[in-house]
């Protein structure tokens, strides 16, 4: 018999309660219930994000809504302004070069976070500038970006602001109109404590604006003033993810039980335990401004994370994640997002040290959870 904890960057734990709803008979989509379940889903949703924006919900992972406000938002002449600071940065501009969509980029070094002072200097050099596409955690180095001041310089302009908050948004604090942000991206597989499948998005009344320049969008399934159309109706233009979705009523429902400040608390005290535990361990934390959402961390000289990773996944049935493409071995990072309590941090903890004690690594068993419970028992 065989234990697992799920402490990756998605997917993430899912609560009993959300398991038990998607094992519910499948009802019909065109019908007063399923009306009905939308309006309430969407409303708590509204309370999520604290926004009133139109949402969205596309049967589609984070990806799907990426996509859809990149080829929507562009009218031609314009363009967009992508920020990369890893591989989900980098995203934004692959989609805009898949589609021929005319973008300038701003390349951030990997580790560290956008500086607002070069986003204002873009936006004033160039009018064409019609959106600015930015990500709130940076999953492939827990980056945490500034949003808010982003959404100050951004609302000054002609320009939108897009968030890619797929990772980290319902973890981190996020407050989508006092922060300005006209699209949020979201995936149901992070904090929002559902399996894989849905996106989430919300469209403030200036970049539903901008969708009317917009005068031939390269979508379908993905266009944008379709979902919107359909959404003022409680409906979807195509066939509804309708079990994810209840389900994801009854997780969403959870996080405004415990309310959202106490939500962005939680989360914050856990990513205070975990680096306060990673750093008595002896590893350095990677990003300059680490993540409420996941903290990664270096590994020490000569170990390679991949067999740390394996090691704990194998061993101890912590499902830890390792580095992306040029963090491949060279970093580790555990998720403390959604369905997480106090425990899971000590589970990851306990599970890095053991699984770095036997690569060799000189370290106390039981600093890294000790200075864990200290903050965890405030
Ligand atoms: N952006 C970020 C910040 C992410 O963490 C991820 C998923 N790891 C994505 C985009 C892609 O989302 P999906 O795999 O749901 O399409």
């Given at each position: 018999?065989r ?16 398991l038990?709803?998607?094992?519910e008979p ?14 309430s889903l ?11 924006s ?6 589609s ?7 859809t ?14 920020i ?15 589609f021929?969509?005319e973008?300038?980029?701003?390349k ?62 319902g ?9 300005h ?16 499948g ?7 009344p ?16 993905f ?8 959404a ?5 233009p ?15 429902a ?20 975990a680096?306060a535990?990673f ?8 990003p300059?401004?680490p ?6 961390v ?6 390679d ?6 090691i704990?996944e194998?061993?101890y049935?912590v ?11 060279k ?6 997002m959604?369905?997480?309590?106090p ?27 000790a ?8």
């Amino acid at each position: 018999m065989r234990k697992d904890y799920l402490l990756t960057p998605g997917p993430s734990q899912v609560p009993a309660e959300v398991l038990l709803r998607l094992a519910e008979p499948v009802f019909h989509h065109r019908t007063p219930r399923f009306k009905d379940m939308y309006k309430s889903l969407t409303e708590k949703l509204q309370q999520v994000f604290l926004t009133k924006s139109d949402v969205l919900v596309f049967a589609s992972s984070g990806t799907g809504a990426m996509e859809t406000s990149v080829v929507n938002l562009i009218p031609k002449g314009k363009k967009a302004l992508t920020i990369e600071s890893g591989k989900f940065g980098e995203r934004w501009t692959e989609i805009c070069a898949a589609f021929g969509i005319e973008h300038d980029v701003i390349k951030v070094e990997w580790g560290k976070a956008v500086k607002p002072a070069d986003v204002e200097k873009k936006l004033k050099d160039d009018p064409n500038i019609a959106a600015v596409y930015a990500t709130l955690v940076e999953t492939s180095t827990g980056v945490e970006h500034p949003i808010k001041e982003l959404g100050a310089i951004v609302a000054r302009t002609n320009a939108i602001l897009v968030v890619d908050g797929i990772s980290g948004a319902g973890a981190n604090e996020l407050r989508v109109d006092d922060w300005h942000v006209d699209i949020l991206v979201v995936g149901s597989q992070k904090a929002l404590m559902l399996p894989p499948g849905l996106a989430v998005m919300t469209v403030s009344p200036k970049a539903k604006a901008l969708t009317e320049k917009v005068v031939k969008a390269p979508a379908y399934y993905f266009d944008l003033k379709a979902a919107l159309k359909a959404a003022g109706k409680s409906d979807t233009p195509y066939t509804p993810a309708l079990t994810l979705m209840s389900a994801l009523d009854v997780a969403v429902a959870e996080l405004l039980k415990e309310g959202m400040e106490n939500v962005f608390a939680r989360h914050a005290k856990f990513a205070k335990a975990a680096r306060a535990g990673f750093e008595a361990m002896g590893l350095k934390v990677y990003p300059e401004r680490p993540a409420t959402a996941l903290t990664t961390v270096l590994m020490p000289e000569g170990i390679d994370g991949e067999e740390v990773r394996n090691i704990a996944e194998k061993k101890y049935g912590v499902n830890i994640a390792g580095g992306q493409e040029k963090l491949k071995g060279k970093v580790v990072r555990m998720a403390h997002m959604g369905y997480v309590g106090p425990m899971d941090i000590i589970i990851g903890l306990a599970a890095l040290e053991m699984a770095l004690a036997e690569k060799g690594v000189k370290i106390t068993l039981g600093s890294g959870v000790a200075a864990a419970e200290a903050v965890l028992k405030q």
